[in-house]
């Protein structure tokens, strides 16, 4: 454990998850910085900028959630809707391997930048949001879903925590296409992309009591409690409204320096730092195992120009087979 600013943290400027506490506050949270990974997943599909932003936005949420995981497992995060972006997944494995990818109608998101800047309702209409966690072997997942209700991906994550979890938290997401130099390439666009999550945990039940959830049509006797919010908190809160998105993507803002900024007078804490690396996971025996468990008529009606052909929609790796291949299955 270190205080920023003391010169004994050294860090990567980027890809990486830096978890924080301020004790006086009793606040923890963690602070993401992405470059080279969100640049990666974002750049190889070449999404158009609504559906990049929104994607980003989702990988960062995802890599906030799933670095807390105290266990090999994965974290996913996926948006299903009936708007142009019908599909979006991140899928986290943990300790720090993450993959990424959209699925949208071309022409919808066309139409809807000719017309201007997309909002987030624009982008995923009506739907749903679901976080998984996933321990894997025959442990049960656990799933939260919440709807697409709010004006952001933020919103919706707040939604998700103050039905789901039930402590009080705050969420800061930030995604941007900027110039950059890259070794060997001169100057170039790339995106960058970073968050903020911080969440009030006292030792004190007390402390942490929540407003009930809207009665809805109860009768007004019943109606939501008057419950004020801890002084700490509503501290902790205003010091992260301060955050401008510009320093969570700042190369030259790095997480410890952030923290600094916002908590320097509260004895701010830090921990050790998470990397984080996009790597997709897929490969020619996996693809191959799944193919064998349809039946010879399914695999038939896959066949293209003589070849069984599956692209991978994360990392858009091409796998090509030879229909003989497969003869011993049938």
């Given at each position: 454990m270190s205080d920023p600013g003391t010169g004994a943290v050294r860090l990567p400027a980027d890809d990486l998850v830096l978890p924080f506490s301020v004790n006086a506050l009793d606040v923890r949270g963690r602070v993401a910085h992405l470059g080279p990974v969100v640049d990666t997943?974002?750049?190889r599909h070449g999404y158009p900028e609504p559906v990049a932003r929104l994607l980003g936005e989702a990988l960062v949420l995802t890599v906030l959630l799933g670095s807390?995981?105290?266990?090999?497992g994965r974290f996913i995060t996926q948006i299903q809707s009936d708007g142009p972006v019908s599909l979006l997944v991140v899928d986290?494995?943990?300790?720090?391997?993450?993959?990424?990818?959209a699925r949208f109608d071309d022409e919808a998101i066309a139409a809807l930048v000719a017309a201007g800047t997309p909002s987030f309702t624009d982008l995923v209409g009506e739907g749903h949001l679901a976080?998984?966690?996933?321990?894997?072997?025959?442990?049960?997942?656990?799933?939260?879903?919440?709807?697409?209700?709010?004006?952001?991906?933020e919103e919706v994550?707040?939604?998700?925590?103050?039905?789901?979890?039930?402590i009080p938290t705050t969420v800061r997401l930030a995604v941007a296409e900027?110039?950059?130099?890259?070794?060997?390439?001169?100057?170039?666009?790339?995106?960058?992309?970073?968050?903020?999550?911080m969440q009030f945990l006292p030792e004190s039940e007390?402390?942490?009591?929540?407003?009930?959830?809207d009665p809805g049509d109860a009768p007004d006797a019943q109606g939501e409690d008057d419950v004020p919010e801890d002084d700490a908190w509503v501290e902790a809160l205003a010091r992260v409204g301060t955050v401008?998105?510009?320093?969570?993507?700042d190369p030259d803002v790095a997480p410890p320096r952030l923290l600094l900024r916002l908590f320097h007078q509260r004895d701010v804490h830090v921990f050790d730092a998470t990397p984080v690396a996009e790597t997709c996971g897929c490969s020619r025996e996996k693809v191959e195992g799944i193919l064998r468990q349809f039946d010879p008529e399914e695999r038939s009606e896959m066949v293209e120009d003589g070849d069984i052909i599956v692209t991978c929609e994360f990392c858009s790796t091409v796998y090509r087979f030879d229909p003989s291949d497969f003869e011993a299955d049938a």
């Open positions: 997943v974002l750049s807390a995981l105290k266990f090999e986290f494995r943990s300790p720090d391997q993450v993959r990424a990818y976080l998984t966690i996933d321990p894997g072997g025959h442990m049960r997942r656990y799933q939260g879903v919440v709807p697409l209700s709010g004006d952001s991906l994550a707040h939604a998700y925590f103050a039905q789901s979890e039930q900027v110039l950059e130099r890259h070794d060997g390439e001169g100057m170039r666009h790339s995106w960058r992309a970073g968050g903020l999550m007390d402390r942490i009591r929540h407003r009930d959830l401008e998105d510009h320093e969570l993507i």
